[in-house]
């Protein structure tokens, strides 16, 4: 990793800050995590997490609804916010002169934002819209499918952005319940890395943050999915004329021993992933599933999608099939290719591979501080940032038997959820 | 796995010699050190013994080096029944070369974790490539040798033809794709602009493997080209590695390159809408051709325009369009600029039943825009958000890589980024109106739409 010391504080109130001096340039990065995600989400409100998100931009009585934004912009930042399974984070890149500015902004918005209904009402079309710009995409319909297929239980089984009866009838009482919840100091990490001296802003943090009550979040969902024990299919039509496979395997989360052969075993068969959040990825026209499904014209392009989460989650494999070629013949190619992992163990060379690629897509990552901030607070919602700090180590310390082992033990036929997207009769004439 | 959903969209389609005024004192803009921007202080530019211009950062704080190279080969230089020609030739050019098979190549690269990869426009074939400092040779001769020697082999060629076209395919049932195309053919009616460089399933099945080899010898040369590089490489060992394998390289045959005609003049709204059934959700692109890049009045252009629909949350289209009426998840408006005249638009994903709200919004915001002045207040607020975000753009290798190849590709001298604060400061409100009213008008515009129409 980037060689620079984490300072470390933890307020009286739970709020857990980390600062890393970064001096190439004058920018700063700050952001702000909240361990609560679409996880957190039961039945008729799924989505709640990510509209509570929205409303963050939608006013205090200090920032009236517009003017974050524009004082962001007008001093040349950028900022964007995202929720997902686990966590949700805010952040703001700004010229290093104007750091407080974001914590003014940060601060404030835990405790002061103002749900006006009339903004609610507007932020509940625009979030169907969102949705439904995502429904446009075939993927996006198949994956829903396939996790809602390979999670009966636990509450990694609906989309982000949620169903739209939940976006249709959630009241504006729901959203501040969520906000007052979790939106708590306890329940946050805000991670900064840039052009300061951190013992002055960790002062103004306390400063800011110190008087704001710890709270305390509910205690989180737990419902574990229980074992799968046979293979489960998914269908979803739609119109086009491409179709699509994606294969879901259950695997550990992020935090178990068996991750990271598993991510080994993720860059062998279908190529390293990007640690990053901004900035493409390496190819994988080298990785085993791209020679066994793309080399051999079945299918147009493969990819493969390890993510690290909280609790146990799906290890995703995903095939767009050529022209001419049908669902069924890349599976069966898929499952020649994993019975020949099986049979034979990983070489040395491919291991060594693994870890001087994931090398490579960190020191690409750690040229901007936005990046550095991110994997700061991204490692403390599953783990600690020891994570990131050692995870060159342990990629290296991944033998041939262990990825043999957990190939083996998660990639099984009974452990998997088969989905297909297929152009559904009638489609379209090109 | 499910995707993190982001409260701002990315807008989809990103914007692609100005005079010099004295400096006047303006408060509250931001005070940039213009050593710390790239500049002749810190740039070398270079060209090689064919002509090659080369512009070389040398950045020892970051472990990776970032190459990006331009040539002049693209849509234009096609004829219309081999649309994308240019486009699938520059997918090839990895497949193989006098040297080197496919696998071969990509064993290469991927196992030192580097990148590269080659695409066209209708002007330009490029290609990027990053690496460990360690690997920038490695790269730099894979990108040379595939720029000009590649073979095409013919089993390759099949292969990639077939990915291609399973791109294609989807392609066609892309809302966003499909109104751009609509737009395209309506705003630029008998215009170069008006071709579809990615081709179409016919012509792309019905280019020959020799067409693409002859394309590529023909079409490809060091004639103007352009390289830049930003990282860890010490700046004399990159000139010499980029004329080691770039160099010698010589295309006597490389025609001149076309030249463009100006853009056509809407007269009246015109309208294209494309039925794809089983969609959640339109598409819809408005707008007129813009200024190219180098045009006198593109400065002041590109600031109306982060006006309109960039500043904040998408400026005053996404006020009106997201913010107000809660018809849109993304809506932003975006000024192509570029190497001829691109469009000047205005993009948003809106439900087929508001479709007819959604545009009169945004017509009512283009006559807003055009009939009078941007007020004070939003001149200084977009000057200052435009200067002040110049050191993030300029943070990675990539970001400086690519802002050189933009300095050297419209001529902007430099000395630009020096400069650029005096630039953007002294534009006037006056001069964003008339640049405004030269391409902009709420009765002249291009309309494509594609989605769930018939179901609305």
Redesign the interface.
């Known amino acids: 990793m980037t060689p620079g010391r984490i300072h470390r504080a933890r307020l009286r109130n739970g709020l857990q800050v980390l600062l890393k001096e970064i001096r190439t340039a004058p920018i700063v990065s700050v952001w702000l995590w909240y361990r609560v995600g679409s996880r957190n989400e039961r039945a008729g409100l799924t989505g709640v997490s990510h509209w509570v998100e929205h409303m963050q931009f939608k006013g205090t009585p200090t920032y009236p609804v517009g003017s974050l934004d524009r004082a962001i912009s007008r001093e040349g930042g950028i900022w964007n916010a995202m929720t997902w399974l686990d966590w949700t984070a805010y952040y703001e890149t700004l010229p290093a002169d104007r750091l407080d500015l974001a914590l003014r902004i940060e601060s404030d918005r835990m405790v002061n934002s103002l749900f006006a209904p009339r903004e609610v009402t507007s932020e509940r079309t625009v979030i169907i819209s969102e949705r439904q710009g995502n429904e446009n995409e075939p993927t996006f319909r198949l994956s829903e499918e396939v996790q809602a297929s390979a999670f009966r239980v636990h509450s990694y089984h609906h989309e982000v952005i949620g169903d739209v009866s939940d976006l249709a009838s959630m009241t504006r009482e729901d959203l501040i319940r969520h906000y007052h919840n979790f939106y708590v100091p306890s329940n946050a990490v805000l991670t900064l890395a840039g052009d300061f001296q951190w013992r002055p802003v960790l002062d103004r943090v306390r400063e800011l943050f110190g008087s704001v009550p710890a709270g305390t979040p509910p205690a989180p969902l737990t419902r574990p999915e229980p074992p799968q024990h046979g293979e489960r299919r998914v269908m979803v039509e739609g119109p086009g004329e491409t179709s699509f496979v994606e294969v879901a395997y259950h695997v550990p989360s992020a935090a178990e021993a068996d991750f990271f052969p598993l991510v080994v075993l993720d860059s062998i068969l279908a190529g390293p992933s990007n640690l990053n959040l901004f900035g493409s990825g390496i190819s994988n026209k080298t990785s085993r599933l791209y020679r066994a499904l793309v080399d051999t014209e079945l299918a147009a392009g493969v990819s493969g999608a390890m993510a690290a989460t909280l609790d146990p989650y799906v290890y995703t494999l995903t095939a767009t099939v050529r022209s001419g070629r049908t669902p069924e013949q890349v599976l069966s190619a898929l499952d020649q290719e994993l019975r020949h992992l099986l049979e034979e163990p990983v070489q040395e060379e491919e291991l060594m591979r693994a870890v001087k690629q994931a090398r490579a897509i960190f020191a690409f990552g750690s040229e901007t501080v936005t990046n550095q901030a991110f994997w700061m607070g991204y490692a403390e919602m599953f783990a600690n940032y020891g994570w990131f700090e050692t995870y060159l180590q342990k990629l290296e310390s991944v033998r041939a038997e262990d990825v043999s082992r957990v190939a083996r033990k998660f990639l099984s036929k009974r452990n998997r959820i088969v989905g297909f997207y297929l152009p559904s009769e009638g489609a379209a004439e090109i | 796995?499910?995707?993190?959903?982001?409260?701002?969209?990315r807008p989809r389609r990103p914007p692609k010699r100005t005079p010099v005024r004295p400096p006047r004192p303006r408060p509250n803009l931001?005070q940039l050190?213009p050593r710390?921007l790239p500049g002749p202080h810190s740039v070398v530019r270079e060209r090689l013994s064919n002509g090659i211009t080369v512009l070389i950062r040398e950045n020892f704080?970051?472990?990776?080096v970032v190459i990006q190279g331009t040539c002049w080969a693209g849509g234009l230089d096609e004829a219309e029944e081999k649309a994308g020609l240019a486009s699938l030739t520059a997918a090839c050019l990895m497949r193989g070369t006098e040297r080197r098979s496919?696998?071969q190549i990509?064993?290469t690269?991927?196992?030192?974790?580097?990148?590269l990869?080659f695409g066209s426009g209708m002007h330009t074939t490029s290609f990027y490539a990053?690496?460990?400092a360690e690997d920038c040779a490695t790269v730099a001769e894979l990108a040379a040798e595939a720029l000009q020697t590649p073979s095409f082999p013919p089993d390759q060629v099949e292969?990639t033809r077939?990915?291609y076209?399973?791109?294609l395919?989807?392609r066609?049932?892309?809302?966003g794709a499909r109104a751009q195309l609509a737009f395209n053919s309506l705003a630029y009616p008998g215009h170069p602009y008006a071709h579809d460089d990615e081709g179409s399933?016919e012509t792309i099945r019905g280019i020959t493997r020799d067409e693409l080899a002859e394309f590529h010898q023909t079409h490809y040369g060091p004639r103007d080209m352009l390289v830049s590089i930003a990282g860890a490489v010490h700046s004399a060992r990159a000139l010499s590695l980029l004329e080691k394998h770039f160099g010698g390289w010589t295309n006597p045959g490389q025609p001149a390159r076309p030249t463009l005609p100006a853009a056509p003049r809407l007269e009246r709204i015109v309208q294209n809408r494309v039925?794809?059934?089983?969609?959640?959700?339109a598409d819809l692109v408005i707008g007129a051709p813009g200024p190219a890049r180098t045009a006198g009045d593109y400065v002041p252009a590109m600031l109306g325009n982060n006006i309109l629909g960039r500043?904040?949350?998408f400026g005053r289209i996404g006020?009106a369009v997201?913010?107000?009426?809660?018809?849109?998840?993304?809506s932003l408006s975006t000024l192509s600029g570029g190497l001829g005249p691109g469009p000047w638009m205005v993009v948003a994903?809106?439900?087929p039943r508001n479709l007819q709200r959604a545009i009169e919004l945004i017509r009512r915001e283009i006559e807003r825009f055009v009939q009078a002045r941007v007020t004070q207040s939003e001149l200084i607020?977009?000057q200052?958000?435009?200067?002040?975000?110049?050191?993030?753009q300029l943070?990675?290798?990539?970001g400086v890589a690519a802002a050189l190849m933009n300095l050297e590709l419209f001529g902007l001298g430099l000395d630009y980024y020096q400069r650029y604060p005096q630039i953007i400061s002294s534009v006037t409100r006056d001069e964003i109106l008339e640049s405004a009213r030269r391409y902009l008008h709420p009765d002249r515009l291009a309309i494509g739409i594609a989605?769930p129409l018939d179901e609305s």
Request: charged share 25%; no cysteine.
């Open positions: 796995m499910p995707r993190a959903s982001s409260r701002k969209s931001p050190d710390s704080l970051s472990p990776s496919f696998h990509y064993d690269l991927e196992s030192v974790g580097a990148s990869a990053r690496s460990l292969r077939g990915e076209l399973t791109d395919a989807i066609q049932e892309d809302t399933l039925t794809l059934p089983g969609k959640s959700q500043f904040g949350m006020e997201r913010e107000s009426e809660g018809l849109a998840y993304y994903g809106i439900s607020d977009n200052a958000s435009l200067i002040g975000r110049l050191p993030l943070e990675s290798n990539d989605g």
